[in-house]
């Protein structure tokens, strides 16, 4: 099978199109036929070993992983022993974790990481879904606690996670405002923001206070972010999409000096980490087909160009998903 391969970390050129063997599930697993593969910011940051922290757990000279990607949406191929409730021919979606390995033509999945694929959703749609969709819900559901009549503001509002997090507070019934840029105003508004900020020309965190500040780029201080908050509000971290790599802990920095300041401070500051697992896939399922969360993918390569679609992401200003496809 064909397969978006790497040795050695380094740029998008140290990725590859390579014929490889199929995997062959074993007991739990499921061997997906892939149809679409989305793109995370985690994707680059495995591609080069960025931060260099991450390199204890990744590898310390290449990726234990060789083939990248991990969110998918596609066929069973095949299930191995003990699988229930997914059957060959079946449509699914779902997350491999830090085993990559989803920019491929078939990949095996613990069957604790697939679930059916939303009825009202196409395969790029549903490759959209996972990390980026799990992100929102533990963000906003377990760490926000967002509910009826709270006001949440979702800084990155245009990103892959921030689309979704925007239809989720809505669902949930909060008063959304979304910071973006210029040309994501509209998209943002049609989300279904009540207030849309660019940050361009106005500064969100010298403004309203909100009950729940959700942090998706990291290019702001703690104390201009709790700034945002009611006196009592919470302040959610998430990654960083401001970060562009060569430092020793990138992103890790702002999340741990949250995780060190929490205790000393009458804001709630957490930095939850998310794992989609069969529950929240499902979750997630039950959103999309009652229609409070619609995948957004802006921009599609084939799985050749996978180099050209992780790099697209890695700059910075990809807007909502970017999906590879075979």
Known sequence: MRAIVQDRYGPPETLTLAEVDVPVPRAGEVLVRVEAASVNAYDWHVMRGDPRMARLALGLSRPRARIRGRDFAGRAEAVGADVRGIRPGDAVFGDLGDADGAFAEYVCAPATRVAPRPANLTAQQAAALPLAGSTALVGLCDAGRVGPGHRVLVNGAAGGVGTLAVQLATALGATVTGVCSTRNVELVRSLGADHVVDYTRADFTRGPRHDVVFDLVGNRSLTALRRALTPTGTLVLSGGGGYHGGSLLGPVRLLLRGR????????RILAPTAAPDRAQLDTLRAHAEAGRLTPIVDRTYPLHE??????????????????VTL
Do not use: D, N, T, W
Not at 308 to 318: D, K, L
């Open 306 to 323: 996978a180099a050209r679609a992780i790099a697209h992401v890695e700059g910075g200003h990809a807007r909502a998903k970017v999906v």
């Open 260 to 267: 060190l300041l929490a205790p000393f401070v009458r804001h």
